[in-house]
């Protein structure tokens, strides 16, 4: 992974992500793009006719907000080891974060968006999940560094998602010190743990399987649980392996992950 993608919002979960953007560029010796993107159409506003206005106020405001936050963290990446640049843009947040995603290997957002602005959207990694042409990795708010080498876990289910984020989390799964394979309930008959073991083992990745009981509890405890039991501090998973408006509806891993995971999640679609 060579180039990282990192959202820059003034949000009190900025600091976690950044040095987890941070940690992920030294560990890969890669370089860091701070996208900073501002939905300006969000100061529209509309009279009774019809006709649009600006609320010059309120965008004049956010401008030099923006400014503000730009060169503390610019001040900030002057005295970091890693290579990075920026780029500012005026859209919304999470089509212009996947639209970057193109020339990206993952993309670093937050669990959730707790702008002090409540007129921007709040929902951008469950949303950037589906769209990201990369790997997006989800940093719970809490988290202050991630150590890329230590113990990874990695969900499979046999689902083309699970796959599609184990391929692409190849190059930091070879600097964990342990990987660990897990399924919840019965392991896939067409497509076993093993065959994912064989095929991380063909990259260089050595790997543990373990099957947990479907009924030890809902599966994003189970993971969690594992997760914290091993000292891994980061899953790789494919993510919504199931239509988003069943997700919504009914509930899902993914879901309830990207709401209460307390470790970092590498997730693709």
Same mark, same amino acid.
């Given at each position: 992974?060579?180039?990282?993608?990192?959202?820059? #919002? !003034?949000?009190?979960?900025?600091e976690?992500?950044l040095?987890?953007?941070?940690?992920?560029?030294?560990?890969?010796?890669?370089?860091?793009?701070?996208?900073?993107?501002?939905?300006?159409?969000?100061?529209?506003?509309?009279?009774?006719?019809?006709?649009?206005?600006?609320?010059?106020?309120?965008?004049?405001?956010?401008?030099?907000? !923006?400014?503000?936050?730009?060169?503390?963290? !610019?001040?900030?990446l *002057? /005295?970091?080891?890693?290579?990075?640049?920026w780029?500012?843009?005026?859209?919304?947040?999470?089509?212009?974060?996947?639209?970057?995603s193109?020339?990206?290997?993952?993309?670093?957002?937050? /669990?959730?968006?707790?702008?002090? #602005?409540?007129?921007?959207p709040?929902?951008v990694?469950s949303?950037?999940?589906?769209?990201?042409?990369?790997?997006?990795?989800?940093?719970?708010?809490? %988290?202050?560094?991630?150590?890329?080498?230590?113990?990874v876990?990695?969900?499979?289910?046999?689902?083309?998602?699970?796959?599609?984020?184990?391929?692409?989390?190849?190059?930091?799964?070879?600097?964990?010190?342990?990987?660990?394979?897990?399924?919840?309930?019965?392991d #896939?008959?067409?497509?076993? /743990?093993?065959?994912?073991?064989?095929?991380?083992?063909?990259?260089?990745?050595?790997?543990?399987?373990?099957?947990?009981?479907?009924?030890? *509890?809902?599966? /994003?405890?189970v993971l969690?649980?594992?997760?914290?039991?091993?000292?891994?501090?980061?899953?790789?998973?494919?993510a919504? *392996?199931?239509s988003?408006?069943?997700?919504?509806?009914?509930?899902?891993?993914?879901?309830?992950?990207? *709401?209460?995971?307390?470790?970092?999640?590498? %997730?693709?679609?």
């Amino acid at each position: 992974m060579k180039s990282v993608l990192l959202h820059i #919002d !003034e949000d009190s979960a900025l600091e976690s992500r950044l040095q987890v953007a941070l940690d992920l560029c030294r560990n890969q010796d890669a370089h860091l793009t701070c996208l900073q993107a501002t939905p300006y159409s969000a100061y529209v506003a509309f009279d009774p006719l019809g006709a649009a206005f600006t609320q010059q106020g309120l965008v004049a405001d956010v401008r030099a907000r !923006e400014l503000a936050l730009r060169e503390k963290i !610019e001040a900030r990446l *002057g /005295q970091e080891d890693v290579r990075w640049d920026w780029a500012a843009a005026d859209g919304d947040v999470v089509r212009l974060l996947a639209a970057w995603s193109a020339v990206s290997d993952v993309v670093v957002v937050s /669990q959730a968006k707790p702008s002090k #602005d409540l007129m921007r959207p709040q929902a951008v990694a469950s949303d950037l999940v589906f769209e990201s042409q990369c790997p997006v990795l989800v940093v719970p708010d809490s %988290m202050e560094a991630l150590n890329l080498k230590g113990p990874v876990v990695v969900g499979w289910n046999a689902s083309p998602e699970a796959a599609r984020a184990i391929r692409l989390s190849i190059p930091l799964l070879k600097d964990a010190s342990a990987v660990h394979i897990v399924t919840i309930g019965e392991d #896939d008959a067409d497509m076993p /743990q093993m065959a994912a073991s064989t095929y991380l083992s063909r990259h260089g990745v050595s790997s543990d399987l373990h099957t947990v009981p479907a009924g030890n *509890g809902k599966p /994003q405890e189970v993971l969690l649980k594992f997760a914290h039991e091993v000292g891994a501090r980061m899953v790789v998973m494919g993510a919504f *392996g199931r239509s988003r408006l069943r997700e919504t509806l009914l509930g899902g891993v993914t879901k309830a992950l990207l *709401g209460h995971s307390d470790v970092a999640l590498l %997730m693709a679609h």
